[in-house]
């Protein structure tokens, strides 16, 4: 994989434990393990005392995907790892601290979110809720309150979701634009992303603004013309809604091509309310994920299984709309590289929780609690082209995850209850 860019803390992380050890001052002793990218005048710090650690690294601890070592410990030095295995065998380190049993897993790579929007959809939920189905036209209702939200609002919302989402565990996150859908909302609403995080994408491919609900063409042209010309500078990413009501496969291919000249790399909504060609043009385009992926062909599976495109499922979204589960088993049975995200928006799935999906795929999409631990974590992280977070090994990011449990198993066996007694971005503890 190829690592993406390094995002920047977000603005909204909380201010470190002042009691928390940190690794701030002074290199660690043990010269070998330690990267040459890391000044020798950097501190590091050992979390021993871990009963299960979750490294996603084959070649350590049970020889299994999560590479799971038991009594374990961790060196952090800077914003790095730069040791992990027997905690018996840890090296001396400037500063300590004890997991009192807890188990560790890498800190959350959330991969799928919508967190520049403004205002709520509360009514239409309760209307769904007793019974009427979900369709894309509910989208609009966010569009509006987006386009009349000062950049203070959508900036505080933004910060408001990510204190949310950091404080369950989730240290690497993806956000998109989508709520804007005119030159100026999408623009700005990449802007403000991309304070926060590197991993920005452009959607305004959401829907057809409401403007140009008679010319959809008309559409199509300004969101691969001006609308990307003001955008591509703010994205890594472009994203298209591929589905009945939004985007069909020729206008989809066209807007992702577009991102493609301009340097955005293609991510799809796929699949998600109907069978339809977004799984194959995610393959097709070599996209980094295909998205939602609830109604698949045997040809759709065999594609993502012959290719590098991640399928990304997003519980949250079938638990807010009582729609059909997307079959993990049959993804992974296949060998499908599966991740797991919030797809944290107001209208279909609005939760900021990776554990909570981690347990609704477990308990209703067919996964084990390991793998599904895994695409909530490296699964996630190979949705994002990256390899330097979602697992814990030397020369990865530093973002680890304290659970106030023994196991990575009471991820799904404690569904509900705030598991997260501690987490480490970037080797600074924020929680």
Not at 40 to 64: E, Q
Not at 295 to 303: G, N, S
Request: include cysteine; aromatic fraction near 6%; hydrophobic fraction near 40%.
């Amino acid at each position: 994989m190829t690592p993406g860019r390094t995002p920047a803390r977000p603005a909204s992380a909380p201010e470190p434990d002042p009691t928390a050890d940190q690794a701030t001052k002074d290199a660690m002793s043990n010269a070998t393990t330690v990267s040459p990218a890391h000044s020798a005048s950097t501190a590091s710090t050992l979390i021993t005392n871990i009963a299960a650690l979750v490294t996603n690294d084959p070649s350590s601890g049970d020889g299994s995907p999560l590479g799971l070592v038991q009594d374990a410990a961790v060196v952090i030095e800077g914003d790095r790892v730069v040791w992990t295995g027997d905690q018996s065998k840890a090296p001396a380190t400037d500063n300590r601290v004890d997991a009192e049993g807890r188990a560790v897993v890498p800190g959350f790579v959330d991969s799928h979110s919508h967190l520049v929007f403004a205002g709520d959809r509360t009514q239409e939920f309760n209307a769904r809720m007793s019974g009427r189905p979900y369709g894309a036209g509910g989208i609009r209702t966010t569009v509006a309150a987006t386009r009349a939200a000062s950049d203070e609002e959508l900036e505080a919302n933004v910060t408001r979701y990510l204190r949310e989402a950091l404080r369950q565990g989730t240290t690497t996150f993806e956000t998109k634009s989508g709520y804007g859908l005119t030159v100026e909302d999408e623009a700005r609403a990449l802007r403000i992303a991309a304070a926060h995080t590197d991993e920005v994408t452009y959607l305004g491919a959401h829907i057809v603004a409401p403007e140009f609900a008679e010319d959809p063409a008309g559409y199509v042209a300004l969101v691969t013309g001006e609308m990307l010309d003001a955008c591509a500078p703010h994205a890594r990413w472009i994203d298209v809604f591929c589905e009945k009501g939004a985007f069909d496969g020729d206008q989809a291919r066209a807007i992702l091509t577009a991102g493609k000249a301009k340097g955005l790399h293609p991510r799809i909504h796929a699949n998600q309310l109907s069978y339809g060609p977004g799984v194959q043009l995610a393959v097709e385009l070599d996209a980094a994920s295909a998205d939602h992926c609830t109604h698949l062909t045997d040809a759709d599976v065999d594609a993502l299984a012959g290719s590098r495109t991640v399928a990304t499922l997003l519980p949250g979204a079938e638990f807010s709309t009582r729609a059909e589960w997307p079959d993990a088993r049959r993804l992974l049975d296949a060998g499908v590289t599966v991740a797991l995200s919030t797809d944290c928006n107001p209208g279909s799935s609005f939760t900021s929780s990776v554990p909570f999906c981690v347990a609704l795929a477990v308990r209703d999409m067919g996964m084990t609690p390991d793998e599904a631990v895994w695409s909530a974590t490296a699964g996630g992280a190979a949705a994002l082209r990256r390899d330097d977070v979602g697992r814990l090994t030397p020369g990865a990011y530093a973002d680890l995850t304290l659970l106030d449990a023994p196991s990575h198993v009471h991820l799904a066996y404690r569904p509900g209850v705030p598991l997260v007694s501690g987490v480490w971005r970037r080797g600074e503890r924020v929680v």
